[in-house]
């Protein structure tokens, strides 16, 4: 079956970074789209990133110039490398896989930014 399995999570301060990486399995990799969503306590699940299978991206406002996904196909890894981490990006971050009209989620790897 699909399976998503982020990690690389943490707790930093603000201005840091951190690498968040999902491992999937149960997929032709190479063709599937590939997402970042978040959702902090009390808000709605909201796109972060995303990449295609021929890689082109696209961004949340509110990432852009500090966030960056990436894909090793052989691998079967999707990144986030994050950037300029600010509180506001407190969240649990999901990767998502989308094959055809139906999506695939991981579990969630939290990230806490401190001011």
């Known amino acids: 079956q699909v399976q998503l399995v982020e990690s690389g999570g943490g707790l930093v301060q603000s201005g840091g970074s951190l690498r968040l990486s999902c491992a999937a399995s149960?997929?032709?990799?190479?063709?599937?789209?590939m997402s970042w969503y978040r959702q902090a306590p009390g808000n709605q699940r909201e796109l972060v990133a995303r990449?295609?299978?021929?890689?082109?991206?696209n961004y949340a406002d509110a990432v852009k110039g500090r966030f960056t996904i990436s894909r090793d196909n052989v691998k079967n890894t999707v990144f986030l490398q994050m950037n300029s981490l600010k509180p506001e990006d407190t969240a649990l971050y999901y990767c998502?896989?989308?094959?055809?009209?139906?999506?695939?989620w991981g579990q969630g790897t939290q990230v806490t930014v401190s001011s």
């Open positions: 149960g997929v032709i990799f190479s063709s599937v789209i």
């Open positions: 990449i295609t299978s021929y890689g082109s991206t």
């Open positions: 998502n896989a989308r094959i055809l009209a139906t999506n695939f």
